[in-house]
């Protein structure tokens, strides 16, 4: 049986991301290997600390900025978290400082919103109606 153990999304800046994940959307610090000029740093929800990693992978490869750059200026999130209550969430973040580029927006049976992880990426939470 395939599982997704390990995702990734590319950064500018490890330490910036690691503080963003960690500080400001809560997610904990799972790994922290030195890796040459960068680092294996992987977070994961404190919901499921051994579940699922996110890997803040350096931007580093030619490739990799005009495609992030590409998916911000169509407004396409570079992956989406789940949360509880995408309403609430927004304001717990905006608290916090997070700049939103999409407000929650009902779309039927989903409740999303999309924000900027400071990082070069756009982030999408959502939340499915029950």
């Not at 680092?39 to 005009?66: F, I, N």
């Not at 998916?71 to 570079?78: E, K, Q, S, T, Y």
């Not at 939103?100 to 924000?115: H, M, N, R, S, Y």
Request: net charge negative.
């Amino acid at each position: 049986m395939i599982r997704i153990t390990i995702t990734s999304v590319f950064v500018d800046d490890q330490a910036k991301a690691l503080a963003f994940y960690t500080d400001t959307l809560g997610f904990v610090k799972k790994t922290d290997v030195p890796a040459g000029e960068y680092r294996w740093l992987t977070v994961a929800s404190p919901a499921d600390p051994d579940g699922v990693e996110l890997l803040l992978e350096p931007d580093g490869h030619p490739a990799v900025r005009p495609y992030k750059e590409a998916l911000v200026a169509d407004g396409i999130p570079a992956t989406q978290f789940t949360v509880d209550d995408v309403y609430a969430e927004v304001e717990r973040l905006k608290g916090r400082g997070v700049v939103f580029t999409q407000e929650a927006t009902d779309l039927g049976p989903v409740v999303t919103a999309v924000l900027d992880d400071t990082c070069g990426n756009l982030i999408q939470i959502a939340a499915m109606k029950v």
